[in-house]
């Protein structure tokens, strides 16, 4: 192999390093009751996902408090929604949103990596972003609880896997 083919090839795996596929998700939460999970990010068996920045909007006027964090258990039987590759063409995410459990929601997180409490406004709301990337270790979740009684919410987020 020459130089310049041995030079293309290590730009292509930095290329590759850099520039990992981008995946998007939103939902509607259910949750509005206070000491509960509204929305959980669920990391698949293999991929450590990358979150890039997580969002929610109030969609009545109840007033809400909000704590972003890792649950002390993943819940158990979600009603789980795949995230979306905004490139057509990547490959399938294995990261899931869910704001149901069939059997158990996860649990409070020990300590929360962000908080926000939101006035009784429609549309009041948060977006957290992580420019470095915020990790989900495989298998495990991030989530957003609600520390005071909140009205229903839009959430989306936007990760790397």
């Given at each position: 192999?020459?130089?310049?083919?041995?030079?293309?090839?290590?730009?292509?795996?930095?290329?590759?390093?850099?520039?990992?596929?981008?995946?998007?998700?939103?939902?509607?939460?259910?949750?509005?009751?206070?000491?509960?999970?509204?929305?959980e990010i669920i990391a698949g068996a293999v991929?450590?996902?990358?979150?890039?920045?997580i969002g929610l909007s109030q969609v009545t006027?109840?007033?809400?408090?909000?704590?972003?964090?890792?649950?002390?258990?993943?819940?158990?039987?979600?009603?789980?929604?795949?995230?979306?590759?905004?490139?057509?063409?990547?490959?399938?995410?294995?990261?899931?949103?869910?704001?149901?459990?069939?059997?158990?929601?996860?649990?409070?997180?020990?300590?929360?990596?962000?908080?926000?409490?939101?006035?009784?406004?429609?549309?009041?709301?948060?977006?957290?972003?992580?420019?470095?990337?915020?990790?989900?270790?495989?298998?495990?979740?991030?989530?957003?609880?609600?520390?005071?009684?909140?009205?229903?919410?839009?959430?989306?987020?936007?990760?790397?896997?």
């Amino acid at each position: 192999m020459d130089f310049l083919t041995v030079s293309r090839e290590l730009k292509l795996e930095t290329y590759k390093e850099a520039f990992m596929a981008i995946y998007s998700l939103s939902q509607r939460t259910v949750v509005t009751a206070a000491a509960g999970a509204t929305w959980e990010i669920i990391a698949g068996a293999v991929r450590r996902p990358r979150i890039l920045e997580i969002g929610l909007s109030q969609v009545t006027a109840v007033a809400g408090t909000y704590g972003l964090g890792r649950p002390a258990a993943v819940g158990v039987d979600p009603v789980p929604v795949l995230f979306s590759a905004e490139l057509v063409g990547d490959h399938v995410s294995t990261v899931n949103g869910a704001v149901a459990w069939s059997t158990t929601a996860p649990t409070v997180p020990t300590l929360y990596l962000r908080r926000v409490t939101c006035p009784a406004t429609i549309g009041a709301g948060v977006i957290w972003t992580f420019p470095r990337g915020l990790y989900i270790a495989a298998t495990l979740s991030i989530v957003i609880w609600v520390i005071a009684t909140a009205p229903v919410c839009d959430v989306w987020c936007v990760l790397d896997e």
